[in-house]
């Protein structure tokens, strides 16, 4: 398992399609930075439509307003993971792993292990990056209060939507072994998940699905708990099923 883990970001490290996304992603933030504004997959609810002036992205500023645009990094982020899953699956090179004694259970879990990984570096590269370039464009601005604490829960609950998506993707990875269509599906989920919230905005547990949080939530405790128990939900019921997809499928 641990051997597939390394052989996985050796390949990956090595991959020139990783380079061009990670250049993308740097270009995405510092278009952001530049201009005030980041690109945004899906529908965006009032609470994280991103629209200040680019002035505002000092390095504190620009950690909380483009925490509204993460859905740009979880594109990027499911980029890394196809060169890394989808290959191997629409490729079948997961057989050399199987028929050199790794278990599907094992195999399974190693690459969730690096696709965990993955998702972990990319948000922590996006906001590196983004308080970097903020502050030399624009200073270093002022850290509100409770800053550090309030970012941080904010980090959780991002990562926690990322890999409800990355199990959503990968569960359709497993199923049709197309990476065209896990992008198709994420494109589509995005909107999908997000129109119930539109078409009865009265309903509440309609605003968790779209798996989109930011730092401008971050007052509202009751709405970060429960978006994160929902995530948790989706990456939960999303990685077995996939799982069982894996465990079934002929060599």
Request: proline fraction near 2%; charged fraction near 10%.
């Amino acid at each position: 398992m641990l051997h597939t883990i390394q052989a996985d970001f050796y390949r990956l490290f090595r991959s020139k399609g990783f380079w061009i996304t990670e250049a993308l992603l740097a270009l995405n933030v510092l278009f952001g930075t530049l201009f005030g504004a980041s690109g945004h997959v899906g529908v965006q609810n009032g609470n994280s439509m991103v629209g200040p002036a680019s002035s505002a992205w000092t390095g504190f500023g620009a950690l909380g307003l483009y925490s509204n645009s993460m859905s740009m990094t979880v594109l990027f982020t499911l980029v890394a993971v196809s060169l890394v899953l989808g290959v191997d699956l629409t490729q079948k090179l997961y057989k050399n792993n199987l028929t050199a004694g790794v278990s599907r259970t094992g195999y399974y879990f190693a690459k969730t292990a690096v696709v965990m990984a993955i998702s972990l570096f990319q948000i922590a590269l996006s906001y590196t990056l983004v308080f970097i370039t903020g502050t030399l464009f624009h200073g270093l601005g002022t850290a509100p209060d409770h800053f550090i604490g309030d970012f941080a829960v904010t980090v959780l609950v991002q990562l926690l939507c990322t890999l409800a998506w990355i199990s959503i993707v990968s569960f359709i990875l497993h199923l049709t072994h197309s990476i065209s269509a896990a992008f198709v599906a994420f494109i589509l989920g995005n909107v999908l998940l997000s129109m119930p919230m539109v078409f009865f905005p009265n309903i509440e547990l309609f605003r968790y699905f779209s798996l989109d949080f930011g730092y401008a939530m971050i007052e509202n405790t009751k709405f970060a708990t429960n978006i994160s128990l929902v995530a948790l939900t989706f990456t939960l019921v999303f990685t077995f099923l996939g799982l069982s997809v894996f465990r079934k499928k002929n060599l």
